[in-house]
């Protein structure tokens, strides 16, 4: 592991040792990323320790069949919404019976936008007993670009939240936009 480098291994690197010293396990839904972020989470030896699985849900289908997004929420917000990342979120933590789950869900381009929906949005959902943290991030890149700011995005979303518990800051329920 090149940890000097890459920011995306060198962030997958810190959330494992937060993730054991919580005795916390985890588990993803991803969709733009397409299982990039279970990749990271693996690349890091031991991560069997921590690490329950990963739900790649791309198409509505698969949403609403593997993780079970309502079909009122898919038809009224889209799959491209902060309505949709927390039910994949907490869908993730129900199935793996996770203690922290994240999901990701956006328009990794370059087609895909849609009125109010332009390629690079993301939301993020991070999903704990004491936790519901959302976040949305308009990326300006390419679709490599976006899946792997997306993935980084959501790996500092994970190490904030647990670095938040080890300081005994208390309950996070906050939602962020970083557009």
């Not at 739900?55 to 949403?63: G, I, P, Q, R």
């Amino acid at each position: 592991m090149n940890e000097g480098g890459d920011p995306l291994v060198v962030l997958a690197g810190q959330a494992g040792p937060l993730l054991r010293e919580r005795k916390f396990t985890l588990a993803l839904a991803e969709s733009c990323t397409g299982g990039l972020l279970g990749s990271l989470i693996t690349d890091v030896a031991g991560s069997s320790d921590y690490f329950l699985g990963s739900a790649v849900t791309y198409a509505y289908s698969a949403k609403k069949a593997i993780l079970g997004v309502r079909e009122e929420t898919l038809a009224e917000h889209g799959a491209v919404s902060p309505q949709t990342a927390q039910e994949m979120a907490q869908a993730a933590r129900r199935l793996f019976g996770a203690d922290v789950a994240l999901a990701v869900t956006g328009i990794a381009g370059p087609t895909g936008d849609q009125p109010g929906k332009p390629v690079g949005l993301v939301y993020l959902h991070l999903s704990a007993p004491d936790a519901e943290i959302g976040e949305r991030h308009v990326w300006d890149s390419d679709r490599i670009g976006n899946k792997r700011l997306s993935a980084e995005a959501a790996l500092r979303l994970l190490v904030r939240y647990l670095e938040m518990g080890r300081r005994g800051d208390g309950e996070m329920r906050v939602g962020r936009d970083c557009a």
